[in-house]
């Protein structure tokens, strides 16, 4: 009976010394990104939601198949001010694949229009229609797919409003762009 408990211990102790060898190189391997990994590596497609009549999403691929613009701008942070060069399409040109709902009726009915920009980290900022429209605003709003000439593959689109004085609507890592009505929220 002995013998046999003492055996059994030292299989255990065998089995718990080959686990403590094996489990760092078990670890280890999980952290190299291999084809099973689920760390993602580059953002997820922009969804493009809201009073708009075919909802879609666009890939950084598919963003930077639409025609490209570049910007210089500078802004203030809270730790400084800032000097970029982004490039990427019109808000403008993403938001009309999805074909945005414009009442005809009304008068300037786009102006009733707003674009909410929320990035992976829930921060979000709004434009209004008009600031987008190159009808009514001299400046050009991107989804950008790159700042200084690097890709933002990883990160995801940035939005970018020329003209801003501080840094606030850049927001980065963009992951959603509601288009909204004025007269969804404030019936007249
Ligand atoms: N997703 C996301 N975007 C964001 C922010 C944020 O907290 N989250 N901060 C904003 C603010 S307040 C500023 S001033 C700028 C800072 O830009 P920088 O990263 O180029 O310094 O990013 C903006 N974009
Ligand atoms: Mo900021």
């Not at 909802?55 to 809270?78: C, E, G, I, K, N």
């Not at 009514?136 to 790159?146: C, H, Q």
């Amino acid at each position: 009976m002995a013998s046999t408990r003492s055996r059994n211990l030292a299989a255990l102790t065998l089995a718990t010394a080959l686990l403590a060898t094996l489990a760092p190189a078990t670890a280890s391997a999980a952290v190299i990104a291999g084809p099973y990994s689920t760390q993602r590596t580059d953002a997820p497609p922009v969804k493009v939601r809201g009073e708009v009549d075919q909802p879609r999403s666009f890939s950084m691929d598919r963003l930077r198949a639409l025609p490209q613009h570049t910007v210089r701008v500078r802004y203030q942070t809270s730790h400084g001010a800032e000097k970029h060069t982004f490039t990427g399409p019109l808000l403008a040109d993403v938001l009309a694949l999805a074909k945005p709902r414009i009442d005809t009726e009304a008068k300037n009915a786009q102006l009733r229009l707003f674009v909410t920009a929320t990035g992976s980290d829930g921060y979000r900022a709004t434009v209004a229609w008009a600031e987008l429209d190159a009808g009514f605003s001299g400046k050009k709003v991107l989804l950008a797919v790159a700042q200084d000439g690097k890709k933002l593959d990883k990160e995801g689109p940035r939005l970018v409003v020329p003209g801003d004085v501080k840094g606030g609507r850049y927001v980065s890592g963009v992951v959603r762009l509601y288009v909204g009505n004025a007269d969804a929220v404030d019936p007249a």
